[in-house]
């Protein structure tokens, strides 16, 4: 299935939908931000926050290429498992150490995560991987963060890390 940019502001989010992007050359034709009207236009964290201004996610989509040879996110279909590298993609930089705070957020929703405290501050992140054409957009899903098969010691590691 899928949505012309004229279309966007009423889709509907459906599992391996394509979003196409606009036409003009520029960031005006990214889809997500269309699709979620308060959402930046690039990044692969990118975060909306609550309107009770607590500072605090109200949700997050995750944007990959799923084409890092270096960093290969991956969604596992069978099981609905996605790995996700982050936001930090130089070896011996520290994994928080990143602009756009992506990484601290994923450690701050695992933290809440396993010590089952401000379970309701854990915000939805859904998925979204580079299209084939231009500025397109496929869905993959909505992620849960946690996986009983995955020590919460082995949720958010670093690879390379000094």
Known sequence: ME???SQLKMAPLIIDA???GGSANDLSSEPLHVLF???GVNGGFRKVNRMDGSGKPAYVVLYTSMQELEWPDYLD?????????GDNRQPGRNLLDT??????LLEDTFQKLHSYQDLTDIPPFFIFKKGVEGRDAQFL???VPGNPRISPDKDL???GEL
């Open 157 to 159: 590691v670093a690879f």
């Open 77 to 85: 279909e069978e099981t609905g498992v996605f790995r996700y590298y």
């Open 141 to 143: 899903g909505l992620a």
């Open 18 to 20: 394509i979003y196409k």
């Open 37 to 39: 009207p308060k959402l």
């Open 3 to 5: 949505f012309s940019f």
């Open 99 to 104: 602009k756009p705070r992506g990484n601290a």
